[in-house]
């Protein structure tokens, strides 16, 4: 058990027979009444996300969850199918799941597989992956780093907005949280 007060952004909790993780929390003191504690939480199976408020010092059951290094294989109709690095056990995981991941995905990709005792939750993203430009418009000359943006479509059919000055065929450096372009790789 744990206690909201100790409450993380990441933290992984079991509330009302879901798992959840917290991905805000602000710990409230009104001038007026019991103290609070707001948080924002994602559910893990269904990728809902829900606010909720705790009373202050309430008790919560932290989740004990397993990230697993698992290498990305291949997509298989409506599944794909991910390998343990060292037991080569495979796994294979629902794309309805994973469809915000999948954006990110190339094959061979080395990536966390998040288990709650022996289910599969989900997979855990790098903070950022390094994908090819497959289609942009061409740079012109004149055009300044600073001066714009253009869409790109990136080789695992993510689009994202870069700077004029990249072209295709380009390695890009995508923050996987935000969906953006970083840098050149």
Do not use: C
């Not at 602000?26 to 893990?44: D, E, I, M, T």
């Not at 990305?72 to 690095?85: E, I, K, P, Q, T």
């Not at 799941?97 to 289910?119: A, D, G, P, S």
């Amino acid at each position: 058990m744990i206690s909201v007060n100790d409450f993380k952004t990441g933290l992984t909790i079991e509330v009302d027979g879901g798992l959840w993780r917290v991905l805000d929390f602000q710990h409230v003191k009104p001038g007026k009444g019991a103290a609070f504690v707001r948080s924002k939480l994602r559910n893990l199976r269904n990728g809902a996300i829900q606010e909720k408020t705790f009373r202050a010092g309430e008790k919560v059951e932290k989740a004990q969850i397993d990230n697993r290094k698992m290498q990305y294989l291949y997509a298989s109709g409506d599944s794909h199918v991910f390998m343990d690095m060292e037991s080569y056990e495979q796994v294979e995981l629902p794309a309805a799941n994973i469809e915000y991941e999948l954006k990110f995905l190339k094959e061979n990709m080395e990536v966390h597989i998040m288990m709650f005792q022996y289910e599969t939750l989900g997979v855990e993203l790098p903070n950022t992956v390094e994908l090819e430009v497959t289609e942009t418009e061409p740079g012109i000359k004149g055009d300044t780093a600073s001066g714009g943006t253009k869409p790109a479509t990136l080789e695992t059919g993510l689009i994202v907005q870069v700077p004029f000055f990249i072209n295709q065929g380009d390695k890009l450096i995508i923050n996987t949280t935000e969906a953006s372009y970083v840098s050149r790789a």
